[in-house]
DNA sequence: ATGGTAGAAGGTCTA
């Protein structure tokens, strides 16, 4: 079973690359983020037509989540628990019940960026990732498997960009943030694109400006966190690096997982 | 020190 996550940067925009990606990726189920819609605008059926049932958690202009599954999905939830007054759409949860494999938790997120920091941003970034943690551990009381997937738009260590130093004082990479990141993994997830390869730089991001696709210039800031009984069925992960190559890309390439 | 790009929107804001 595959598993994908995908920040578009507006599904309308990015609809050619993400269909072509998709026919060729074939996940069994995916995750969005940044459509930049409401779910009336949201193009479902031109998934619907590749055999995705489709879920979508929009909003006007900023953020915006889906999650497709080629699988029925039940138990579908929308928006992140723990603040009754956040309005911005970050969260989609539904467990995908594939006929001849055991089901799947998958938990798409979109965490804010959270600059400029320090400031009123930064705070609400921090408290994003801590009611994520809280509720991480909540799901992990069930001891079933999920995956945490998403943009978390944290860099968990040097190795994860290009230049550590200038990097130092930006929100995604700021010592708060990644102890905020590594505080969800602490809690006994497995980061599956480390498991895949250690040691490699992998970005999953390179900014549309000055020329960072060309020289390298990445982060690595999608993730894909598996709770234990995901990852007993871990077989392999990977980053579709090519996507960022090609026409019109979105700033951001798909990510994925293979369970057994 | 600044601006460089992209997207939604029709203001600037967000990234």
Redesign the pocket.
């Known amino acids: 079973m595959k598993i994908a996550t995908f920040n578009v940067?507006?599904?309308?925009?990015?609809l050619p690359r993400a269909l072509d990606w998709i026919e060729r990726a074939k996940p069994d189920a995916v995750v969005f983020q940044?459509l930049?819609?409401?779910d009336e605008?949201f193009p479902a059926s031109e998934f619907e037509d590749l055999g995705y049932n489709v879920a979508v958690h929009g909003q006007?202009?900023?953020?915006g989540v889906a999650l497709l599954s080629k699988h029925p999905i039940d138990d579908l939830k929308k928006g992140l628990p723990g603040d009754k007054d956040d309005e911005q759409a970050r969260y989609i949860e539904a467990l995908i019940c594939p006929d001849n494999a055991a089901p799947v938790r998958l938990c798409g997120l979109y965490a804010?960026?959270?600059?400029p920091a320090p400031g009123p941003?930064f705070d609400y970034k921090l408290k994003w990732l801590e009611r994520l943690k809280k509720h991480a551990k909540k799901l992990l009381a069930n001891e079933e498997a999920f995956i945490l997937a998403g943009d978390f738009?944290v860099i968990p260590q040097a190795e994860d960009v290009y230049d550590p130093k200038g990097w130092k004082d930006d929100a995604l990479f700021r010592p708060d943030s990644r102890a905020a990141f590594r505080e969800i993994l602490n809690l006994g997830l497995l980061d599956a694109i480390r498991q895949e390869d250690p040691k490699s730089t992998l970005y999953t991001f390179w900014?549309?400006?000055?020329g960072a696709w060309e020289k390298d210039h990445g982060l690595r800031i999608d993730h894909l966190l598996l709770s234990p009984q995901a990852a007993d069925r871990f077989k392999k992960a990977g980053i579709d690096r090519a996507e960022r190559g090609k026409e019109?890309p979105?700033?951001h390439v798909p990510v994925w997982v293979e369970l057994r």
């Open positions: 940067n507006s599904i309308n925009t990015r940044e930049k819609c409401v605008k006007k202009t900023y953020n804010p960026n959270g600059n941003k738009n900014d549309y400006q000055r019109k979105s700033d």
